[in-house]
């Protein structure tokens, strides 16, 4: 079935530095994604988002690639902060009024200080 | 109000108890979602609400029944579960079905233990 999973299950960066979370898709059909950050006891946040008409995307400290050719996605954080630290997970949403969002396997970010 | 409210964030039922999840967003939101989350695991979608009307049912066993009594509220109601249903409970809203725009918002869950 289809499915959008993460490289690596678990990543540590050094404060200050920066990151990159990646993300694979298998549905090539998906056009839309989101990147949604847990923190322990919480609820997803949102991070950031991007359509397949996009291949970059920036925010606060953080920007979105989507390369379409390949399914990949990833996630990059600028000058991490303690408070980065988190499981991120990126999801996945197939034709616009189509309601399943689909989240990939998440990878956690530590932050070393 | 940009939040989704879950009660209670702490559960615990025996499997011949019946309970109710609840969860609330005053942000005009038209679509709401329950997710079950397992530990180490991404969540997974149950059900989704789109104008106060179940249009998805993800192959949820009838001991779990959402009702949406009106465009803010959700509720899911447990009954006799099994210990392999505890898991964090999430529930969300979008603006629109597929979370187009800002994605989807979260609340913080409910923690249920089955005993």
């Known amino acids: 079935g289809e499915s959008v999973g993460l490289h690596l299950p678990t990543l540590s960066v050094q404060e200050g530095d920066n990151s990159i979370i990646n993300c694979a898709y298998s549905?090539?059909?998906?056009?839309?994604f989101i990147w949604y950050k847990q923190e322990s006891g919480k609820g997803p946040q949102f991070i950031i988002d991007?359509?397949?008409?996009?291949d970059k995307r920036q925010g606060q400290r953080v920007t979105v690639l989507l390369n379409k050719t390949v399914k990949h996605l990833s996630l990059q954080i600028a000058a991490t902060q303690p408070g980065d630290s988190a499981v991120y997970f990126c999801?996945?949403?197939?034709?616009?009024?189509?309601?399943?969002?689909?989240f990939g396997t998440g990878t956690r970010l530590t932050i070393i200080p | 109000d940009t939040e989704v409210t879950q009660t209670p964030k702490h559960l615990v039922m025996g499997m011949t108890n019946k309970k109710s999840l609840k969860c609330e967003q005053h942000?005009?939101?038209?679509?709401m979602y329950w997710y079950k989350q397992k530990a180490k695991k991404p969540p997974e979608l149950m059900f989704v609400?789109?104008?106060?009307?179940?249009?998805i049912n993800e192959s949820v066993p009838s001991r779990f029944s959402p009702e949406c009594p009106n465009s803010s509220l959700l509720n899911l109601h447990l009954h006799a579960l099994q210990p392999e249903d505890s898991a964090l409970y999430l529930c969300?809203?979008?603006?629109?079905?597929?979370?187009?725009?800002?994605?989807?918002?979260f609340g913080s869950g409910t923690r249920l233990t089955v005993v």
């Open positions: 991007i359509r397949s008409n996009m």
């Open positions: 942000m005009g939101h038209r679509a």
């Open positions: 969300a809203s979008s603006q629109w079905a597929g979370g187009r725009g800002n994605g989807y918002t």
């Open positions: 609400y789109s104008y106060e009307k179940l249009s």
């Open positions: 549905n090539s059909a998906s056009d839309y």
């Open positions: 999801a996945e949403n197939a034709n616009f009024g189509n309601e399943k969002l689909t």
